[in-house]
Each structure stands twice: as structure tokens, then as C-alpha cells.
């Protein structure tokens, strides 16, 4: 049974590699042997790094057979990058714990350090939602929100001053830049124009706005949470007030590894998947904030990562929500399953702002990056059945009321007033 259960794994991998035509899924009594038991995988110090944290620590990994999975902190997304570019064999790494946007931008070669194509596999979305645009406490009596109609005002006085109002994120082209650019343009403010956009890795984000160098910040939790209890400033908006139950991190390969050691790759997939439904179970909220506190994980307070993880969330300008519709979720609402049409909204943001080109064929290179269909081979071995009907949540609604149709891209990108499409 291992051995036929291999031949479907392959037969799957070797048709979608042919292009956008699946192999239809077998179901599958369990996974064949893995070609083998090592890999580095890297994560950034963040709540959103959990899936793979806790596959390593409760065993979920090993039980997998995948004894020697070795997790690398990374100090920043662009380290990411470039130890994803060197690969596990020279000293780096095979997959991440990344921005969703990130296998795009690295498969066609626009991040590279080389300039050239780096094939990626996304097996997995990590998590939905869970992140937020915060504030420096400077601009407490402004009470900005998601609809912030005072924000071009806000914007233009800060500009006025002769200091030019600053925005961090986390990396060109990443979920952080996207939410802190469309939430501006939506607000009527050019982020290009108006707006100085700097990156800061996510755990200096904190620090930085102490030392008074941004305005406002884009990154996941736990550091709006911390900015709160240090008093430093409040959370504007939650990314999910944006747009509810949004993708954010993937988990992503190397495509050369996956196609080396399909068994293996099935097995972390699976094991993802087994950590990803354990980090959804209330129950276990409190142990998932002691093991990401950890120094070699997350080094932050339990009181920093707990909160927002069971869905209370302070604000710091009054406003407090209890079991929050927009916290973080791992599993539940198929927050795992990769929707293509999630990827095609990220490949379409970066060719809005001039990331990717507009003559980007969005649907070819999704079909080339996005690995779906090994997640449901996933999910059926794990006997979790084989996933959403489709690959499309279908259209998407955003907080101004803009919809993106993932089936008319050309469509959504007319309608923006703001791009710098060129």
C-alpha cells in the first residue's frame, strides 16, 4: 500500500508540474516512505510562525517519520529570501513559514539575489487573518480606524511639518505592504506620493516606533499587541476588518526539494495540517502562547501573545473586543487550504503597485506555484477529507466595498483609482 500510495503521490506531483492539468486524487491509506527524514525550515519570530512550531514540538513532525526537521530562525523576511535562494544543501534552507506573495515574487526571479527564477511550491496556507495596522500614540486624538476619512488630513499635516509621514512593513510586495497600501489608497491617500513606505522586520517594529522613526506599522502579532501594553501606541485596525478571513503566511518549498522527496513533502504537509488543527482547539491556546514565548521561538510575554490569540482585543484607544470575528485562525473555515483565488488577489496587488509586470499571466503562474492539489492528497491521508469544493472562495469584498472577481483580475485593477501600474 505505501508503494501504490507513493505512485499516486507522484503521479499527482508529475501532473500539475505539466502545467494546469490535474491528475484526478486517489484516496490514499497512508503515505509512502519518505525519501528523507531531514530538512531546515525557517520561521520569523511571530504567532503566525505556530503550525510549524507546534508540528516540531508536539511530535507531529517526528510521528510523521520526519525526525530531522530542523527549524532555523530567521532574523528578517529578506534573510528568508536569501537562505530559501542558497537551499538547504548550501547552508540554507528548503521552506518557510513566509508571506504569501513571497513564492510568487521568488518564482519569477523579481527578489532573487541572482535575478533568476527560483521554482516554489505553496502546500499550504498557514493561517488566515491575525495581523494589524498600528499607530504611534502620537496620533491617539486622530482615532484612525479601517474607514479613516481623516486620514489624508492626518497625512498631509504630518507632511506639512517637514517630516514626511512614514509607514513600516514588513517587505516590498509582502501581505504587511498590501494591507497598509490598500488601506491607504482606500482611504484616499497615495502611499507612493504622500507617504514615505520603509521596511522594518517585524520584531523591531516595537522598538522602532519607540524611537519615534514611523507613524503607523503593518505586522503580525504579538508586537501590536505589545505596542499596546507598553503604552507606545493602539491598534487602528485589524487586517481581518479589511478583509475578513484574509490568507496571510504560506507554508512554502523549494520546488526542486518537493520534486526530489515527494514522500517527505507529504508528510510535513500532513503534519502542518495535524498542528495547524491542534493550534485551533481553545483548549490548547494557552500552551501554544507558553511554547511560541520561548527565547528560540518568539521570545515575547505570554501576556503579549495570549490575548489576541483567544480573540480579546485592547485596542489602546478605548476601544476593547471580546472574541474577536477577526482573530487568528489556523484550520477552522478552511483557513488552511490554499484558494488559488486568494493567490491570484496577491499576484494582482503586486502588479498594481509595479512588483510584477502588467503582462503577468496570473493564471499560469498560480497554477505553477500554488500546490493545492498536494494539500488535498494531504488531507485525505491525514482523514480529513479532501477540502473546499473548488479552488476560488469566489468573490472577495473588501471593507470600501470593492470586489475582487478572481475570474476577471483586469476587472478589479480598472476600478482602483490609486495603482502605479506603469
Excluded at 517526528?62 to 537562505?83: H, I, P, Y
Excluded at 499635516?157 to 509607514?167: E, I, M, P, R
Excluded at 491521508?381 to 478572481?406: C, L, M, Q, T
Amino acid at each position: 500500500m505505501a508503494q501504490l500510495s507513493r505512485r499516486v503521490f507522484v503521479k499527482t506531483t508529475m501532473g500539475a508540474l505539466a502545467g494546469s492539468v490535474f491528475f484526478p486524487l486517489i484516496a490514499i491509506a497512508a503515505p509512502g516512505k519518505p525519501e528523507t527524514t531531514n530538512v531546515e525550515l525557517g520561521f520569523i519570530a511571530l504567532t503566525d510562525s505556530a503550525p510549524l512550531i507546534i508540528a516540531k514540538e508536539k511530535g507531529f513532525f517526528s510521528k510523521q517519520g520526519m525526525t530531522g526537521v530542523e527549524l532555523k530562525k530567521q532574523t528578517s523576511w529578506a534573510v528568508t529570501r536569501d537562505n530559501l535562494e542558497l537551499g538547504g544543501e548550501r547552508g540554507g534552507i528548503d521552506g518557510a513559514h513566509i508571506l504569501s506573495p513571497m513564492p510568487y515574487l521568488l518564482a519569477t526571479g523579481k527578489i532573487t539575489k541572482s535575478n533568476k527564477p527560483l521554482p516554489m511550491f505553496i502546500l499550504a496556507r498557514l493561517n488566515t487573518q491575525g495581523q494589524a495596522i498600528s499607530g504611534s500614540k502620537e496620533f491617539l486624538d486622530e482615532k484612525l480606524k479601517v474607514k479613516a476619512p481623516n486620514l489624508k488630513s492626518t497625512v498631509d499635516k504630518k507632511n506639512s511639518s517637514g517630516d514626511k509621514f512614514k509607514a513600516a512593513v514588513t517587505f516590498p510586495g509582502g501581505t504587511h505592504d498590501l494591507w497598509t497600501r490598500y488601506w491607504m489608497a482606500a482611504n484616499g491617500v497615495d502611499p507612493n506620493k504622500q507617504a514615505d513606505l520603509v521596511v522594518i522586520p517585524p520584531p523591531q517594529m516595537v522598538a522602532n516606533m519607540q524611537s519615534g522613526t514611523m507613524d503607523v506599522f503593518c505586522v503580525g502579532e504579538p508586537w501590536n499587541e505589545r505596542l499596546v501594553n507598553k503604552k507606545l501606541g493602539y491598534t487602528i485596525t485589524q487586517t481581518g476588518e479589511i478583509w475578513k478571513e484574509h490568507p496571510e503566511k504560506a507554508f512554502s518549498m523549494r520546488a526542486d526539494w518537493v520534486k526530489k522527496n515527494p514522500n517527505s513533502a507529504l508528510r510535513l504537509l500532513m503534519a502542518v495540517q495535524q498542528a495547524q488543527k491542534w493550534a485551533d482547539n481553545p483548549a490548547n491556546t494557552k500552551e501554544m502562547a507558553e511554547i511560541l514565548a520561548e527565547d528560540k521561538y518568539v521570545k515575547a510575554s505570554v501576556e503579549d501573545l495570549l490575548p489576541r490569540l483567544q480573540g480579546t482585543v485592547d485596542y489602546g484607544d478605548g476601544r476593547v473586543v471580546k472574541n474577536s470575528p477577526y482573530k487568528m485562525l489556523f484550520w477552522a473555515n478552511n483557513a488552511s487550504f490554499p484558494y488559488k483565488s486568494h493567490d491570484a488577489w496577491f499576484v494582482t496587488e503586486n502588479m498594481r503597485w509595479d512588483y510584477l509586470p502588467k503582462s503577468t499571466n496570473i493564471k499560469n503562474l498560480v497554477n505553477q506555484v500554488n500546490r493545492s492539489d498536494l494539500w488535498r492528497a494531504a488531507a485525505k491521508a491525514n482523514g480529513y477529507g479532501n477540502g473546499p469544493a473548488g479552488d476560488s472562495r469566489g468573490i472577495e469584498v473588501f471593507f470600501d466595498g470593492v470586489k475582487f472577481d478572481p475570474a476577471n483580475p483586469a476587472g478589479y485593477l480598472k476600478s482602483l483609482k490609486i495603482k502605479s501600474m506603469k
